[in-house]
């Protein structure tokens, strides 16, 4: 896990975030924010010098991660953005799992809806623990596994998924943060029906 930055800056490393997912110009940005003090300086508002090395870390894990994994669609499929979800989830980039979730999320009806929104909430949940707010991860990491459990997608394995992230949930202290569990992998393959799945 790891925190977010203040807001303008989250939001426009998220944006090269996703974007590098189908863009290798975006993936270079994030290999040059990750090595380069200068590059990330210049990203940086004076008022915010300090979050350089957040900025390089977070950086640094979307530009591993993405490594040698090819890119895809810049309007992503269900399938590919749900592996991509993989990806940056198993990475700690909680945030940017949120913000490529959501448009599949807003399209799609019934189980698959409600395992989206499970699988959003617990990205942001962890997100929240990431950031010390222990309340929100909490409320959220719960609901999302409630979600998980009714939902349905594909051929992900929602139901051991859910039961792994409600192990978490005791565990969650200001003294110590659990191990995160690895997303769900689709074994099989979803058509974008599945976004419309009752």
């Not at 997912?21 to 010098?49: K, M, S």
């Not at 929100?136 to 998980?148: D, I, K, Q």
């Not at 659990?178 to 992998?185: C, G, M, N, S, Y």
């Amino acid at each position: 896990m790891i925190p977010t930055l203040p807001l303008r800056l989250r939001n426009r490393l998220a944006e090269t975030i996703l974007r590098a997912l189908h863009d290798p110009a975006a993936r270079r940005q994030l290999e040059r924010l990750a090595t380069d003090p200068a590059t990330a300086a210049h990203w940086l508002e004076d008022a915010a010098r300090e979050q350089g090395p957040l900025l390089r870390e977070r950086a640094r894990r979307a530009g591993e991660a993405l490594a040698g994994r090819p890119p895809i669609a810049a309007e992503p499929s269900l399938d590919e953005a749900v592996a991509a979800a993989a990806t940056l989830f198993d990475a700690g980039l909680h945030f940017e799992v949120h913000e490529l979730l959501e448009p599949h999320w807003i399209r799609a009806e019934g189980r698959a809806r409600e395992a989206l929104q499970g699988l959003i909430q617990i990205a942001v949940g962890y997100q929240h623990l990431a950031n010390g707010n222990l309340q929100g991860a909490r409320a959220l990491l719960t609901e999302g596994a409630r979600r998980l459990r009714a939902g349905r997608l594909a051929e992900l394995d929602l139901a051991t998924f859910a039961a792994d992230v409600a192990d978490t949930i005791p565990k969650l202290t200001d003294a110590a943060l659990p191990a995160v569990p690895l997303f769900p992998r689709n074994a099989g393959r979803c058509s974008s029906a599945c976004e419309k799945e009752a």
